[in-house]
């Protein structure tokens, strides 16, 4: 079996001598049109991959389209452009002249691999589509440390990166399997979430065909058996094993003379065969094994493995995506590492292996033996655990399971190949809280009132990740994606609770509304210290983006004037997001004040919480120099003081969303509400609320919830790293604490005695006292008022 080598170091030098070649395509894109009509496919294995079944579904709905099919020189050349040829494509040779201008003169290039799958010096100001070739269980691109293996000096090393974010820049549109592979992609590719859709792997819909249709995957076995051995059985088990490359090392799983001899002598007494596939880049050398019961397919064989894999009863693999397009066949998988600790180690996994195989991992042919004794009992336990397990891996993978993702594919396309007129209505709202992380904040309690005022006003959402959820009627768009981009430009209204971003500049005629995300405590933009010139120059370029701001109070409009230099007008009409907490408020028989109990009730069920337990809310801000949500209270440790009569919810500041939660360390009586889509149902659902100098205080005060502060850093926060904007230590509606166990015992007082407790009394009238400044607007109908404001303003339905 010929095999072919590839190592990331060669191939980065290689890149790096290419800088005059792709500086002369970059030049001449820029003058040289394209034609909307013609098309490039490429792809790193030859013909075949997802760029085969959307070139074929693209030949079929458009007859006219000029569809080239890039051609790699090699042994393979004359091979490779008969195969194009005899599907209908007009073969070109890559690495030509004619290669390059055809390439350059096209407007939409297909690829698998990367940009190299055609010409990769003509691929700029084209409409670039990367399908990739499976989903990464891997490290892939930038997200693996092999990728930029190059031992040059530490310049050379910086422009190696930067040539490759700027090919990942090249690409319009990367297709994903599933959300788990999309959020994979926008790390590896280091793009924006609108830049990977969610559309299906077009790779699998001959796959797809076959596990829908029992005589599909007969007719595929049939096939298989003609390319090893007519006189395969069938009724013998037909087991596949294919292992991943090795980034250019060799196989570590290739068996031994003793592991061979007892491997087939499982086979045979399991009438099974065993067909090696090495991975097109790998190398193995399985040659001593091949015989009556073992069998090579190798890519010369068979180019493209996945419409094959129907043929197979059982597939043996450790790292490689096919496992994902297998587990569509709802057939066992046998997991075989060797080399795990290495691998990870090198390469890196996305995930503990161990969650990705749900546990089994063996690690030696003895083992993988034993399991394929199992796996050709067709009514064993272990064969129906296997088959419940590939179930539950396909549909983590796999976002759509009755094929059409060339379609889909295509589809996108056209859509990014539509004008912004086109798409989004130009009456339309665009809505986005904390740059796309969250539906929530001050633009949903608008957005709730637009809805139910205008329901017919086109509405749409900034969303980072397919599993937000946007309200009813909203349309979701990916940041930085086209469908955003456009809903931007077009909208009439655009609705932020934060910076802008991507040197947006407004038109004339759109009104953005800042509502921004808090009562600010600490100093924001021109007022931190220590503010640079830049930085200065880019807060007030921000705030001109503006046409008026949100305010809750007076104090907040005086720091707008001075933090942002903002002079447009300011509403200053309290927090629609506060609307909620301020009709929950309700007095009992005795006029105490307290949060109407269905209320609590449904915020508690959101949340998880238990109804016989007290609340502790934890909810800190953020510091610049900590990775992760604050926990200088351990919440753990908080909770084991507290005792069972105690349940702690601690939510981490929105800008440490991204990094990770809090561990709970398996304490029931701990729960991470960080990603939870709305503070609100944990300030609803609380007795007590801990902070430090979030603006979360403001909002408590809304629903009178009880305050203290866990402040141990207070002079070294307040002195050097944020400031305050007023005497907080001397207006605060709450005890500022320094350890936890006075949180312990503050809690333990409330809980004894609720507001009667000596540390409520002492300081309701300091609460009393911030009612009174900070939410002075805040009765309930804030989102009404901004809306009349936005209807002067021409929104209409």
Known sequence: MSTSRFHFATGNLAKLLSIPAYAFGWLLAWFVPRRRDRWVFGSGIGVGEGALEVAKRLRAREPHAEIFWSIASGEHNEAETALAAAEGFIPLQRDTWRGFWTTLRARHLIVTHGLGDVNRYAPFRALVVQLWHGAPLKRIHLDSPVTMTFSGPAPLRAVLRRMYLRGTRQVSLFVAGSVESAQRMRSAFRVQPGKVQVLGDARDDQLILQAADPERAAATRRTVCELLDPAIAATDTIVLYAPTWRDGETDAAVPTIAEAAALIAQLERSRAHLVIRSHPLGEGDYAHLVGERVHLLSSETARDITPLLGAFDVLITDYSSIAVDFSLMQRPIIWFAPDLAQYEATRGLYEPFHVTTAGRVDATWGAVQTRIARMCEVGSQERREAIRQAKAFAHRFHEFTSGGSADRVLDAIARLDTPAAELVPADAVFFESFYGRQVSCNP????????????????????????????????????????????????????????????FKPQRRQVVLQTWHGT????????????????????????????????????????????????????????????????????DRDGVTEINPIV??????????????????????????????????????????????????????????????????????????????????????????????SSVMFDAAVSRTPTVFFAPDLAAYRDSERGFTFDFEREAPGPILTTRAAVVEHAVALAAAGDCAPWREAYAPAAAAWREKFTPFDDGMAAQRVVDALVERGLRG
Not at 447 to 470: K, M
């Open 444 to 503: 949903l309690a608008i957005d709730r009132e637009i809805a139910a005022r205008f329901p017919e006003t086109p509405r749409y959402w900034s969303i980072t990740s397919e599993n937000q959820v946007v309200p009813a009627g909203a349309v979701p768009v990916l940041v930085g994606g086209h469908e955003w981009q456009a809903a931007r430009k077009r909208a009439a209204f655009i609705i932020v609770n934060d910076w802008l971003r991507f040197g």
């Open 600 to 693: 609590r009730r449904a915020a508690r069920d959101a949340l998880g919480v238990p109804e016989s337990t007290r609340v502790l809310l934890y909810a800190p801000t953020w510091r610049e120099r900590q990775v992760g949500p604050s926990d200088d209270l351990d919440v753990n440790a908080l909770a084991q003081q507290l005792g069972d009569d105690w349940t702690v919810i601690a939510r981490g500041h929105t800008r440490t969303h991204d990094l990770g939660g809090y561990a709970t360390r398996g304490s029931g009586n701990v729960i991470d509400v960080s990603h939870h889509p709305d503070i609100n149902d944990a300030l609803l659902a609380c007795d007590l609320l801990v902070t430090d100098y």
């Open 520 to 587: 600010m405590l600490k100093h924001l933009a021109l007022g931190r210290p220590h503010v640079s010139l830049r930085t200065r120059i880019a807060i007030r370029r921000e705030s001109a983006r503006w046409s008026l701001m949100l305010s809750q109070n007076p104090h907040s409009t005086e720091q707008f004037r001075k933090s942002y230099a903002f002079r447009g007008e300011i509403l200053e009409s309290g927090y629609p997001r506060d609307d909620r907490l301020a009709q929950a408020v309700v007095q």
